[in-house]
């Protein structure tokens, strides 16, 4: 494969969004190829110190506009310091989080403008977006009974129903924006048959470069 290709998955946490991330690293290494795995906010040592910030369940002052610019520039250091190196390698970078999680986070959940989102982030990630972005769908009641024996939780797992609903809410208008690139799987099957579903979504990317 002569370029690089980004595959992001979103979802609300507990969609089991980790473990099919690695089942397909796991599943593109037998098959030949070098995949990199990243989350977001985080993925470089600045990511990371921002992930700390803007998840810290103590910063409940933090306004929504900060919010979001905290997470795009995550997202930009991801971009300059590991993302762009990792394609032009012809690397398979996955992402645990893109930018239609602040889309569905940030202009959704708390109400910012949607095209001031989008503008940012994409200037953000220098308009490189994703081959595929599978969204991984369960409903906020079942990630809040998934996460129930979590032992911490961060600030936006701490917001009420209401929040996590306009978030679910908003990454069903995201499929409906992105029908071409964003892919709904149903959270609620088997891992193994999720697997079988993603890997199968990749094959065909696979083949067509």
């Known amino acids: 494969m002569a370029k690089g290709i980004i595959i ?5 946490d507990g969609s089991g969004k980790t473990t099919q991330i690695k089942a397909l690293s796991e599943y593109l290494a037998k098959k030949g190829y070098q995949s990199e795995m990243l ?28 919010e979001m610019l905290l997470y795009a520039s995550s997202r930009a250091q991801m971009m300059e310091e590991k993302v762009e190196p990792l394609l032009k390698e012809g690397r398979i970078v996955i992402l645990d989080r893109f930018f239609d999680s602040s889309l569905a986070y940030q202009a959704f959940g708390r109400d910012l403008d949607f095209d001031a989102v989008l503008s940012i982030n994409l200037a953000a990630v220098k308009n490189i977006i994703p081959k595929i972005t599978f969204f991984i769908d369960i409903t906020p009641e079942q990630s809040l009974k998934r996460r129930q024996n979590a032992s911490e939780t961060d600030r936006l797992e701490n917001e009420d129903m209401s929040f996590h609903y306009k978030v679910y809410e908003g990454y069903k208008k995201l499929l409906e924006k992105f029908p071409d690139r964003i892919v709904r799987i149903d959270g609620t099957k088997e891992a193994k048959e999720i697997t079988k579903e993603i890997t199968s979504y990749v094959d065909n990317i696979l083949k067509e470069d």
């Open 8 to 12: 992001s998955f979103e979802g609300t």
């Open 39 to 66: 989350r977001e906010p985080g993925g470089t040592k600045i990511g990371e110190e921002i992930r700390s910030i803007v998840l810290n369940k103590y910063n409940t002052e933090m306004a929504s506009l900060t």
